[in-house]
């Protein structure tokens, strides 16, 4: 089978598996290119030196100039792309682990109450929603743009993410009643449609648009509110176990890892005190002769 004939299998297989738009559309911005540059006709003549050759090729390509960008996940990912859709058809660990691009891991730290007040000080009616319903939900950007009224039962969000997992998370009645109110204005059953009723995939763009005219001197994204909403329960005493099943993680230790940079400033001060070591006054006793 020929590279192309193998990618074009691989993606209507991908389709039938009922694979996210989003996903598949992730995968394309490796295996396309990966095919385009192979020197090999079939897949099954890829070997270790193509994934070599196709890293080098990356690394010559002009990096888009992104100030928070991580162009290294990014190259580190489409690496990881290809590696998947070559085990489908055969063609595995071509690398060794040590050979994979390595890259650092960003990291997401929540909105401060004065950031906060920025946004909403110069936002409209519907990016205050934007921030409400994503500060509210903590949804992941895909749960958001596909999130219907009919999710919504008193309180109760369900939200769907990918492989066709749920999850349920409590949001105040003050999110709930500005959900409903924007429901009886709707013409569509989406939360965010577009002006042609499909789920509107620029949030982000909307929101970052809504920065640039606040002036903002921070950074923005759906993922910061996101973490600003699961900082804000955290602060308010929620539980671990139950910040992890509302946040959709599979286990304790990766809502650990979330929040590390989230502090409790009267445990650290109480804690900072507790380890406090204070010696005791010496006691000198007289001199010789006395």
């Known amino acids: ?34 095919v385009k540059n192979c020197k090999k006709a079939c897949v099954a003549d890829v070997d270790h030196q193509d994934m070599m050759d196709f890293m080098k090729w990356m690394r010559e390509q002009p990096v888009p100039v992104r100030r928070h960008g991580n162009p290294n996940r990014t190259m580190a990912n489409k690496v990881l792309y290809v590696a998947i859709f070559l085990k489908a058809f055969g063609r595995e660990k071509l690398l060794k682990k040590k050979e994979y691009p390595r890259y650092h891991e960003k990291k997401i730290v929540a909105h401060t109450d004065a950031e906060l007040g920025t946004l909403y000080s110069h936002a409209d009616p519907e990016e205050w929603f934007l921030l409400d319903f994503f500060i509210g939900s903590m949804a992941r950007d895909h749960e958001g743009f596909n999130c219907t009224y009919a999710d919504l039962t008193g309180t109760t969000l369900t939200l769907y993410g990918k492989q066709h997992k749920t999850r349920t998370v409590e ?54 509110l996101r973490k600003t909403g699961a900082s804000r329960r955290f602060l308010s005493d929620v539980p671990l176990m139950t910040l992890m099943q509302e946040l959709g993680h599979d286990d304790l230790s990766t809502t650990q890892k979330y929040l590390p940079d989230v502090r409790k400033e009267e445990e650290i001060r109480k804690a900072v005190a507790d380890a406090d070591f204070v010696p005791k006054p010496r006691l000198v006793s007289g001199t010789d002769g006395d």
């Open 171 to 224: 949001i105040t009645q003050r999110l709930a009643a500005a959900i409903a109110e924007r429901r009886k204005r709707s013409k569509s059953e989406l939360l965010f449609p577009t002006q042609g009723g499909k789920p509107d995939t620029h949030l982000l763009r909307r929101l970052q648009n809504l920065a640039k005219r606040a002036e903002a001197k921070f950074h923005t994204e759906l993922h910061k």
């Open 1 to 34: 089978m020929s590279l192309g004939e193998a990618a074009d299998t691989y993606f209507k297989n991908l389709e039938a598996q009922g694979k996210h738009p989003l996903t598949i559309r992730s995968y394309r911005t490796g295996v396309d290119p990966f």
